[in-house]
């Protein structure tokens, strides 16, 4: 068994090598050199190309840069000069997001091609970790690291479903960790994306152009380079700390900086990297990497839209959105769960929520679903609501003080959100794909009261044209909807509900983890020879 050996290395300091290559920036002349890339792209952007050949880092006999500078300027020496500058900036970063602790490189136990021909000193190909020479796999637990930021719900709750999915199917096979790379794992300021995520929501207009004004390849691809320079020593040991086999990126600014390291170790083939994307329809383009192992597309549409990116059918699978594995599992009927939940087990059912925090117009909806719901002429209700208010414990006390026409309950933050849906007959939320994708599960035909620009925009009409739900944002007309629906309208009720339960995938999450295991299994039954 070869021994690897145990090297050092002094920290460097990235404006130290800047300063040290300063003069090329004004200094550098030589006619023959010429920039392949977008002249006319956005001005003031520093942008590296990751077009053309399988790794953008490779330049052949340093003639067909990189990367672009687009600047005004009437020299077109002056132009050069800053264009042959940009390219040793771009050295300069490739130098330094290289310099990553050196035990990285012995995540995943396999055999290490360029350190390791793969041969011992008797001339016996080296076994890979808990591999023998016969393509047997030994019973040593692989690790999964799942990447996420707390940049509203969703993405935890898929990972969460994604670990409870590898314990319920595997047991003490794997080893599942959750981690925010972004809050544990850099450093200032670049860990406070989650608060800055929150504070750019609550001011629309604000989220709306940061979305879109961060789409194009040039503008993304571009401040990945940048920050990868500052934060790719942290992120390194981040991962470095969990030594995973299988890494998981259930968030769209968690492929580019990971894979970027990945590459520069020479990890790509040695540890399966794959993306699960958490959003149904609409979904930035950082999503998609062209250098992961798989990527998990909910539906169709996100499917095309990766393909569009550049990644190969063969990398795409389309099983659905993770959610929690409970929702799989049958539930007792209506009249029981409603019994349990302290509800009128007659009455049809609204479930009103709005998400972990209770956020939205939840008190207005309320108070209209109890007015639409009594009916005047016989003096009697002819529904009721569920109301979850989530952490939020004013609107909690508030809605419990109210003296209702009809019959209403109000819970807090709930975790068994499965038997909430099934007590129910419909469902009022804003348009978050995992909750969207929870009530298909159960049949709930859904009315959208709001949705965040840019990633959620799409998943109203997914909604409304697969004929599954409606969209208001007047608490008057969704109370009307739920009226008509539980009276005279029963049959569009009953239609839209086989709708949704036929868009369903609730076994999106068993078939990711499975699909993954069978990537771990194919990697590992082969003995990993190294060329020589």
Not at 7 to 20: G, I
Not at 396 to 409: D, E, I, M, T, Y
């Amino acid at each position: 068994m070869m021994q690897h050996s145990s090297v050092t290395q002094e920290p460097t300091n990235p404006f130290s090598l800047v300063s040290k290559k300063s003069p090329l920036l004004f200094n550098y002349s030589n006619s023959n050199f010429t920039v392949d890339a977008h002249s006319s792209l956005l001005s003031n952007y520093l942008y590296f190309d990751s077009r053309g050949k399988k790794d953008s880092w490779n330049i052949k006999n340093k003639s067909k840069p990189v990367c672009l500078l687009s600047l005004s300027s009437s020299s077109k020496s002056a132009s050069s000069r800053i264009s042959r500058g940009i390219f040793q900036f771009n050295e300069v970063i490739r130098f330094h997001c290289e310099k990553i602790p050196l035990g990285f490189a012995s995540v995943g136990g396999g055999v290490h091609c360029g350190e390791s021909n793969g041969v011992g000193d008797e001339g016996n190909v080296v076994e890979s970790e808990g591999v023998p020479n016969n393509g047997v796999e030994l019973e040593t637990p692989k690790k999964v690291l799942i990447l996420m930021s707390d940049t509203g719900g969703g993405h935890r709750a898929s990972a969460e479903a994604i670990r409870a999915a590898f314990n319920e199917e595997f047991g003490d096979k794997y080893q599942v960790f959750i981690t925010d790379l972004w809050t544990e794992h850099t450093p200032w300021p670049f860990n406070q994306l989650p608060r800055s995520y929150n504070f750019l929501v609550k001011h629309g207009s604000l989220w709306r152009m940061t979305y879109y004004a961060t789409a194009p390849r040039v503008v993304h691809q571009t401040n990945f380079a940048a920050t990868s320079t500052f934060i790719a020593r942290e992120v390194a040991k981040g991962l470095m700390k969990y030594q995973p086999d299988i890494i998981i990126s259930v968030h769209p600014l968690m492929q580019h900086v990971p894979l970027r390291i990945l590459r520069s170790k020479g990890l790509l083939k040695k540890i399966i990297f794959t993306t699960v994307v958490t959003d149904l329809s609409t979904c930035h383009p950082t999503w998609f990497h062209k250098l992961v192992t798989r990527c998990y597309s909910p539906s169709e549409e996100v499917a095309k839209r990766a393909l569009k990116a550049g990644l190969n059918p063969s990398q795409i699978k389309v099983y659905g959105l993770p959610v929690r594995p409970s929702f799989v599992k049958p539930v007792p009927p209506k009249v029981e769960l409603r019994k349990e939940l302290g509800m009128e087990h007659h009455l049809p059912a609204v479930l009103l929520m709005g998400g972990g925090e209770g956020m939205g117009p939840i008190e207005a909806t309320a108070r209209a679903l109890g007015d639409a719901l009594y009916d005047e002429t016989i003096g009697e209700p002819i529904g009721q609501v569920l109301v979850i208010c989530g952490r939020n414990k004013k609107l909690f006390n508030r809605l419990n003080s109210v003296h209702w026409k009809v019959p209403v309950q109000v819970k807090g933050f709930v975790t068994k959100m499965e038997e909430c849906m099934g007590a129910c007959d419909c469902i009022i939320t804003k348009a978050g794909p995992g909750t969207i994708a929870e009530a298909m599960i159960r049949g709930l035909p859904i009315i959208l009261n709001g949705y965040i620009a840019g990633q959620e925009a799409g998943n109203v009409p997914y909604v409304i044209e697969n004929g599954c739900g409606k969209y208001s944002k007047s608490p008057k007309k969704i109370a009307n909807i739920v009226a008509q629906w539980f009276g005279p309208r029963q049959d569009e009720l009953r239609m839209m509900s086989q709708n949704a339960l036929r868009l369903a995938r609730p076994d999106a999450v068993f078939k990711i983890v499975h699909d993954m295991h069978e990537l771990v299994r194919q990697k590992n039954f082969v003995p990993q020879y190294c060329p020589a």
